[in-house]
Each structure stands twice: as C-alpha cells, then as structure tokens.
C-alpha cells in the first residue's frame, strides 16, 4: 500500500524526488533542516521544467508550484476551485480550533464575508491608538533597558522578547479586550500559552499526517488540535469579557467588540463558541508574526546602517509634519512600509502556502491534471529568493519595492501577506503594528551589531511560522 503511495507521481510522469518512508520529503525538517531548505532546493531543480512538481508530505502526495503563472490561477483566477487549506479542525470537541484559518468551504465563506469589515481602514483608525499608546510604554521599556548598560562599551538588548511582549500587548487589548501588561510582566499566560501553541504540538509527525489524511474518521475518535489547557484559557477569558461587557454596557474600539455585534446579527449571528475562535485566531495571527517581522527588520537595519538612517530621517520627517504618528502619518511612511516588505521578502514569515484542489484541474497549455483533494504547496520563501525575480536575492534592499518596482513584477511575486480571497485578512493591522513599531524604536534608538549579535540568524527547526532559533541581541543606543 506504500508502494503505492508513493508511486503516486511516478505514475503519472511528474518530476519528483524519491520520497522516505513516512516521511515523505521532509526528513530532514527540524534535524538538519529547516522546512525552507527543501522547498528551495526543490524549485530550483526543477523551476522551468514543469508548472509544478511532485512532492509528498508524509504520506500524502502533494503539488509544489514552479510558475507564477500557474501561482495565480491558483489563488486568483481559479480561487473557486482551491478555496480549500485542508487543515483539521474538529468543531464538536474543540471548539476553539474552528477559526478562519482552518475552515473551509461555505463555513470559511461565511465567516470571511462577517469578519471582512472588522479590518476596514475605518476600523484600523479608530484602534490606531491604543497600538500607539502601548508603543509608548513600549519605547519606555525599551529605555529601562539601554539605561541599564549606561557607561559601558555597548549596551546588548534582546529585542525578540520585547517586540513579541509589545505585540502581545496590542492583540491583548484589541482582540481580548485586556490589558495584558506583558511589557511589565514578562511571564503572563497570555503569551506564555500563545507561544505554547506554535512550539509544541499535540501530536507527532506521523499522527499529525494520519489525522489530516483522515479527518473524518479523528472527528469521529474526537481528536483534538489544540491543547486543552491553551483552549481552556483562551474560552475563559472570552466567557469573563463578554460577560462583563454585557453586563456593564462596555463598547470600546476594538476587535472583540466587532464581533460581539456580528453575534447579535438578525440573520444568523455568530454563537459564543465562534466568537472564542476567531478571537484567538486573531490573538495567534497577530502577535507572533508581527513581532518576528519587526525583530527581523531590526537585525536587518542594525547590519545595513544607511537603510537604518534614511528609514529614521523619513520618521523624522514625517512626525515633523503631523505631530504624531496619526493614521495619515502612517500612510507617508513609504519607506519604512518598503523595509517592511523587503524584510517579509528575506524572511517569509509563512515560508510556504496551501491549497486544496476542490474539482479535477487541468493546467492550460499541458496535459497534466491536479486531481480533485491534492494539496498544493506555494513556496513563498523559494519564489522570494528566485533570482530570476529578485536579483542577488540575499542582498537586503528596500528599494525593491517602490510602487514602480513592484508593478514591474507578476502580481505573484511577493506573498508576503498570501494572495486573493485567502489573503491575511489582518494584513492592515499586521502592517499598522509593524509601522507603528518600526517608526517609535527608529525615533528613539540606534541598532547595531552587538558582539552577540548572531550573523547570519540561525532560524527555528520547528516553529510553524518562521522566527530565529535563539534571541535577537543587538546593541541599542539612544538617538
Ligand atoms: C506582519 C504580520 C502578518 C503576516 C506576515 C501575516 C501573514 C499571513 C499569511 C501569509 C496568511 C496566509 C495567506 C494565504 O494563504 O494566502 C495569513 C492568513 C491569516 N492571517 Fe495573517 N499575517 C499577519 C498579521 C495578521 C493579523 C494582525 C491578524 C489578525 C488580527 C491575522 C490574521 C490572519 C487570519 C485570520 C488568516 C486566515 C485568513 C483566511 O484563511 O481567510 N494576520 N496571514
């Protein structure tokens, strides 16, 4: 039956690599590896010799595009036919694994359809300032911080742990409706199992591949995803702020307030388990990639000082003309919106994407078919270090995306955020954090290369989203 398994694409005449028993193509992830190496070395062999290639994750054959073309009829054009990501969730016995992220089909519409106006750029500036009033607390840790060193040659801080404390901050406070004070208090449960949730798993590899290829039948022995004492947390803190809230009549301007009104809709609103889940797709979609963004632009700008001045010159300047980072101010920061996306370029926070194939797909112009329940790969991280695309793609340089340079390129060249109807839908306040983040610490301080200062960043084995092994160390300095 494994013979057969994995003889899948042999069979059908697509480029492939010989897969190990169990685990596919992907041994080597977490021992040797991270899960970018395979990925690149596979799109650079066989890029320009197909659409795309034959891979298998575990047990389970899977398309690994080598077209940008090919990109976006997948999650463009053709979206209709690979609205589906195919992860588990199971809505009965794990209620809190039931979010955006993970469902499919007409659930993952719905629920796409009520939750697009909570981002609206309206929406965005009325939280506008509760992101700016923890980024100023936030400059005043950071400030502790560099005072503890004065007097000595350098002054190391981390900056990973800071930025994931000021993030969880926000997202505390706008998805939970919380004052998390992790800024002060380093150990709150709320980051604590936050981080818990992509560093450890419940499950092993092979019972992890089991399960996703056969959901219904986990469905039916009740297997769980997430783990009971994060979901158990994660419900109760909703329970108590909808309770209170209610209660007290409290409206603020935040997430949690959005979808409480989404929960009173005539037709059909969303039940308490909904609400819990999306808030906590939102805590987890919003801390942990917007603060690895903004560690690994710092690490970037403290090795490349000129990008650092002009980005902080822009801030200067345009603080100059506003008085505050108000949300027109944020819209001028062009630049620093530039290193953001070159950062995203050099690491792909979502080193890879997933599709479903709903229906059988012919691809146009082969003879090749992509059959109905394959799962396909977008290799981000690969399309990001093309060079045909990027020249001399280690090379760190935000002037790639000017407005002009990127309309030079296929739409689908830069996934930074994803593509089409399954985009980030938190792409404006992921952005609007890192703006916000990058403008107060480039105003305030001065990055550099620490002795510390690991060069090149080793990168997590692990971790689901891409993030460094260890600490970010630089030496910080106030401006
Ligand atoms: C720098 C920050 C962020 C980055 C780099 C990022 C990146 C991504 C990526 C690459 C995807 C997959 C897109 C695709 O498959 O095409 C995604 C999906 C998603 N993100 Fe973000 N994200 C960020 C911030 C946020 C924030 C702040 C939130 C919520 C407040 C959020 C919530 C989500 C959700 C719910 C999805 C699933 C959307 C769906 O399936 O319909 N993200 N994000």
Not at 298 to 323: D, F, K, N, T
Request: some cysteine; aromatic content about 12%; glycine content about 6%.
């Amino acid at each position: 039956c494994l013979e057969r398994t994995y003889s899948y694409w042999a069979r059908r005449g697509v480029l492939h690599e010989k897969p190990v028993w169990f685990y596919g193509n992907l041994r080597s992830v977490g021992k040797t590896t991270t899960v970018l190496e395979p990925f690149r070395r596979f799109y650079e062999k066989y890029k320009g010799q197909a659409p795309f290639g034959g891979f298998y994750f575990a047990l389970r054959g899977a398309a690994v595009l080598l077209d940008l073309e090919l990109v976006k009829l997948v999650m463009v054009k053709e979206f209709h036919n690979f609205a589906h990501r195919g992860n588990y969730y199971n809505e009965q016995d794990d209620p809190i694994s039931a979010h955006l992220f993970n469902l499919d089909g007409r659930k993952w519409r719905e629920m796409r359809n009520k939750l697009t106006p909570t981002f609206t750029s309206l929406k965005m500036h009325q939280m506008l300032p509760t992101v700016v009033e923890i980024a100023e607390r936030f400059v005043q840790v950071v400030r502790q911080k560099v005072e503890q060193h004065q007097g000595g040659e350098e002054s190391p801080v981390e900056v990973k742990d800071l930025l994931a404390r000021f993030t969880v901050d926000i997202i505390g406070s706008c998805a939970f409706g919380l004052d998390c004070n992790s800024l002060n208090d380093p150990n709150v449960e709320f980051r604590r199992l936050g981080q818990k949730t992509f560093t450890e798993r419940r499950h092993g590899r092979l019972a992890f591949a089991l399960i996703q290829a056969f959901p219904r039948l986990a469905k039916r022995l009740h297997i769980k995803m997430v783990q009971d004492d994060v979901s158990a947390f994660y419900m109760r803190v909703v329970r108590e702020t909808l309770d209170y809230r209610e209660r007290n009549g409290v409206q603020r301007n935040d997430f949690l307030n959005l979808l409480m009104e989404l929960r009173n809709e005539p037709n059909g609103g969303l039940t308490f388990n909904q609400i819990a889940a999306q808030a906590f797709v939102f805590f987890l979609g919003g801390f942990e990639t917007s603060s690895s963004t903004m560690g690994f632009a710092l690490h970037l700008l403290a090795l490349h000082p000129e990008v650092q001045q002009r980005g902080r010159e822009e801030v200067q300047q345009v603080l100059a003309r506003h008085g505050q980072l108000n949300y027109a101010a944020l819209r001028e920061l062009k630049y620093i919106k530039q290193i953001i996306y070159e950062t995203l370029r050099k690491y792909s926070i979502a080193s890879i994407l997933l599709r479903k194939t709903i229906e059988d797909f012919q691809i146009p112009g082969s003879t090749f078919v992509l059959e109905a329940g394959t799962p396909v790969v977008i290799p981000v991280d690969a399309i990001h270090h093309d060079p045909d695309i990027y020249p001399e793609p280690d090379k760190f340089d935000p002037d790639r995306f000017t407005p002009e340079a990127m309309e030079a390129r296929p739409s689908t060249a830069w996934l930074g955020f994803g593509a089409g109807p399954r985009n980030c839908i938190g792409l404006r306040f992921g952005e609007m954090q890192a703006l916000v983040g990058l403008a107060v610490l480039l105003k305030n301080f001065k990055f550099s290369p620490a002795k510390e200062t690991e060069i090149p960043l080793q990168i997590h084995k692990t971790s689901f989203f891409l993030q460094s092994q260890g600490g970010i160390v630089l030496n910080v300095e106030k401006v």
